[in-house]
């Protein structure tokens, strides 16, 4: 069909509007998917049998997920060796070894699921990524929404979660590439809802085990001022969101580490004295990568599960005080 100039663009402005107002609304629908799988994970209890694919090996584990008296509880049990129990509550995670007893707490600044963790404003979120809803699957024999998450830039992974649309648990969860390939990945082969687990007692397993239980990352949070460095290369969408100084382990030396997130990647700066042992450049493990660079007297390494790009970009732009 032929349409004069005028009428031809007038077509293509309205076929603009049209794909954009489709596009809100599969954005506001994968959303609301969103917000009711949040909802889901943090106030229903349920068990099942969990596969993590992370840093090149397989695991599985055990999760438990219980809220009492409006406090909420995760539990890892290990189904392979080294035997351990996992459990998260509030920002503390205790890891007891079965075998050993030995118990190590680690103080996490920003509470973080097992399975995985977005933040309550998930329309600020709708600012760098962008949401889709793709086609129904099943997964552990139960049928699934599968939600993309596609980076508008390349300074984060995309991913994909698949919800349940029993329950609205997620079944699985894919960390993905700019390849296209999965990096990471957590499902279900199993999960039931229960609604009779009590919590495990975290005092009890420390002091049960008072002589073999280590502290990790037991930082007090500092105001970002007192950092001796700023940042001049923050991508967009990512924030300061705790900042600490530690003494090295048997060494006289601190390290400043400040964490940056866009609400659902984490990027960790890390500022020291230059170790000779600690070798500048790239580095990779799994979904992680690592960057490492000297600054006079000092090494800043940038780490996180985003792509390699993006922790050079951060790293580059540390300018000492």
């Not at 402005?13 to 809100?24: G, I, R, V």
């Not at 599968?146 to 029993?166: E, Q, T």
Request: proline share 4%; hydrophobic share 40%; aromatic share 10%.
């Amino acid at each position: 069909m032929f349409l004069p100039g005028n009428k031809r663009l007038l077509f293509f402005a309205m076929l603009l509007l049209l794909q954009s107002a489709q596009a809100e609304v599969r954005q506001s629908k994968a959303l609301h998917m969103l917000a009711n799988m949040i909802q889901a994970m943090r106030t229903l209890d349920y068990q099942g049998t969990l596969v993590i694919y992370r840093n090149g090996k397989l695991d599985a584990m055990k999760l438990y997920h219980s809220v009492e008296n409006g406090v909420e509880q995760e539990r890892l049990m290990a189904l392979n060796s080294p035997m351990r129990e996992i459990v998260r509550e509030a920002d503390k995670v205790v890891c007891v070894y079965l075998d050993s007893n030995d118990v190590i707490i680690d103080h996490r600044p920003a509470q973080r699921s097992f399975l995985f963790d977005f933040p309550d404003n998930l329309q600020e979120l709708g600012k760098y990524y962008v949401f889709g809803l793709e086609k129904k699957e099943k997964i552990a024999l139960l049928p699934a929404q599968v939600v993309s998450i596609i980076p508008r830039d390349d300074y984060r992974y995309a991913g994909k979660v698949w919800i349940s649309l029993d329950n609205f648990l997620p079944l699985k969860h894919q960390m993905i590439n700019s390849a296209g390939l999965p990096i990471e990945q957590v499902a279900f082969t199993e999960v039931v809802l229960d609604g009779t687990m009590p919590h495990s007692d975290i005092q009890a397993l420390i002091v049960q085990n008072t002589q073999r239980t280590r502290h990790i990352h037991r930082l007090t949070r500092l105001p970002f001022t007192e950092a001796s460095f700023i940042l001049e290369n923050i991508p967009d969408g990512f924030h300061q969101e705790f900042f600490a100084r530690r003494k090295m382990h048997n060494r006289e030396t601190y390290v400043e580490h400040l964490l940056l997130s866009d609400g659902f990647a984490t990027v960790s700066v890390y500022l020291e004295k230059k170790d000779k042992e600690l070798q500048s450049g790239f580095k990779t493990t799994g979904s992680t990568n690592f960057y490492t660079r000297d600054i006079d007297a000092y090494q800043v390494t940038v780490m996180g599960e985003v792509p390699a790009k993006t922790v050079k970009f951060i790293a580059e732009g540390v300018i000492l005080k």
